[in-house]
């Protein structure tokens, strides 16, 4: 091997090694010998170096620069008598006032140093996202735990889901019997358009003002209890699958590649090319999984009511959005933590509170006060949105007043409605952007400094 690349350097390259075999190292034409710590002990060609430590043997050289418990300080003992010997300005001060770096110490002295100049944005984009797609590929076991979340997760709502329980009748059931003024009797509808046709008839007025309550007042009370029940269990599973889809997904993606962004972002990386090349591959894969696990909940449950838009593109615009902001979120936990270990550690730490301020396990109105945090997570506004779009009311289901502004046999308006689904997602939108702006401010923490 030795003798291999003595030929190599005699044709011009230039070879360093590190090795501890002495036998062959007087085919190399310089050695160094480093000590604990990095102390600079010995450079010179390998004929000189016993000479210079009285040796015979280069075995003993490592011996001798050992630090023992009398002398701990042989390291830096030997490097500095290496540095006041005539050795030292032979064969490092002179070879280096010489070559090029010499040449340009004097010019470059006093220059301030200035940071790397940034590579095409675009270019760097297109070969981050290239060379992290093929990592993708790559790595099978983890590709197929992505790819499988979702079918396995739709697979269970398939199965869990009922095949009416977002008809009309499940979200809003309004028991009618056969006389409408009476207690007990049979029921002979559960169509709240049967009671709204009854108000708006020739007694509705009357009626209404027997009951001293507005027509909208004694529509609301006609839908029972419970009303929806089973359509928000699916939605709220559906909306904790969206955000821990993109939490997982990004949780360790920017972390285990700590010391190749270090190394990169030290010569010409930008900062927004690569947080685009992880947020654009893995939203691509966010919003495929949204919509794998929409379909096939509207598969076996179809989606039959929405505000303004077809029922599943309305259903899919959270879904994706939600997912999206749990990317942000994932990836914002890469970002600030130093290792894979303490990243999926923190996950459950995020997830957990998107159960409680969901708005579905406790309501956000008692106390008023967690109306406040619960803001802060995806969970809460995916749940909002859907449950608008399929028409939900909130005072049936024991949720906060502000969740569900549907428009099925509601006091709300269309207005209405729809400015509050367009709020949901705008609010959507801007935590994608402030968790965004979090990933940027903790990278560029990771720069380093002269």
Avoid at 12 to 27: C, P
Avoid at 38 to 52: I, M, Q, R, S
Avoid at 96 to 124: E, F, H, M
């Amino acid at each position: 091997m030795m003798l291999l690349m003595r030929r190599l350097a005699d044709r011009g390259r230039t070879i360093v090694l590190v090795t501890h075999s002495t036998n062959n190292i007087n085919a190399c034409d310089y050695v160094c010998f480093l000590c604990q710590g990095g102390h600079l002990a010995y450079f010179g060609p390998p004929n000189d170096t016993k000479a210079y430590f009285g040796k015979t043997d280069f075995a003993e050289i490592y011996s001798a620069l050992e630090p023992t418990d009398e002398n701990p300080n042989i390291p830096a003992e030997a490097e500095m008598r290496f540095k006041q010997s005539p050795d030292f300005q032979k064969y490092v001060v002179v070879p280096l006032q010489q070559g090029p770096a010499g040449q340009t110490s004097q010019r470059v002295s006093n220059a301030a140093i200035r940071p790397p100049k940034r590579g095409n944005p675009w270019r760097q984009f297109r070969i981050l996202s290239a060379r992290y797609l093929e990592l993708l590929r790559n790595d099978v076991g983890n590709l197929m735990i992505l790819l499988l979340q979702a079918p396995i997760i739709g697979l269970i709502l398939f199965l869990m889901a009922g095949h009416g329980t977002f008809d009309v009748t499940s979200i809003t059931n309004c028991p009618l019997r056969q006389n409408p003024l009476a207690t007990s009797g049979p029921i002979v509808s559960i169509d709240c358009q049967r009671v709204r046709d009854l108000l708006n008839g020739p007694q509705g007025d009357a009626f209404a003002a027997q009951q001293g309550k507005s027509k909208a007042q004694l529509q609301q009370d006609a839908i029972a209890q419970g009303s929806g029940g089973d359509a928000q269990k699916i939605l709220f599973i559906m909306a904790f699958a969206a955000v821990m889809f993109g939490c997982i997904n990004g949780a360790r993606e920017i972390v285990k590649e700590a010391p190749i962004y270090r190394r990169e972002r030290a010569v010409n990386l930008g900062l927004i090319p690569y947080m685009f090349s992880k947020i654009v591959v893995l939203g691509v894969l966010c919003l495929l999984q949204s919509l794998v696990l929409v379909l096939l909940v509207h598969l076996k449950a179809p989606f039959k009511h929405s505000i303004f838009l077809p029922p599943v593109l309305e259903i899919y615009i959270t879904m994706g959005l939600t997912s999206l902001a749990g990317l942000m979120l994932g990836l914002t936990i890469s970002a600030i933590v130093p290792n894979n270990d303490r990243a999926m550690s923190f996950v459950p730490i995020v997830l957990i509170p998107q159960v409680i301020f969901a708005g579905v396990v406790f309501s956000l109105d008692s106390p008023t006060f967690l109306q406040l945090p619960s803001a802060f997570f995806p969970a809460r506004w995916a749940m909002a949105g859907m449950g608008s779009t399929v028409g939900l009311h909130g005072d049936k289901l024991g949720a906060d007043g502000f969740s569900y502004w549907g428009n099925l046999f509601s006091t709300y308006s269309q207005a209405q409605a729809v400015f509050h689904l367009l709020l949901v997602w705008v609010i959507l939108i801007v935590m994608i952007i402030g968790f965004g702006a979090l990933i940027a401010w903790f990278l560029k923490k990771k720069d380093v400094r002269a």
